[in-house]
């Protein structure tokens, strides 16, 4: 209800479909960016405690990496299919 009241507005920037689009784009690949560097941070971190489960981490690592990496291509994919 609020986002009618402020789209309603012609000056506002949630009336332009490029600003909305932008911000979502913004928003929807912030977070998996973070994600991504979180867990590249835990993986050297525990390769440096225990460097003999480096060979058992990497498909631990390759499979959380794609997976949130796809939340970022399901973004884009919305925001440019809309």
Do not use: C
Not at 69 to 79: D, G, M, P, S, T
């Amino acid at each position: 209800m609020l986002h009618q009241v402020f789209a309603a507005a012609t000056d506002s920037p949630l009336a332009n479909p490029t600003f909305v689009k932008g911000m979502a784009i913004a928003i929807g690949t912030i977070m998996p960016a973070f994600s991504l560097g979180w867990i590249g941070s835990s993986v050297m971190k525990a390769i440096g405690r225990n460097p003999e489960v480096a060979g058992r981490i990497l498909p631990i690592l390759l499979i959380s990496a794609a997976l949130v990496e796809a939340i970022a291509i399901y973004v884009l994919v919305v925001v440019f299919t809309v």
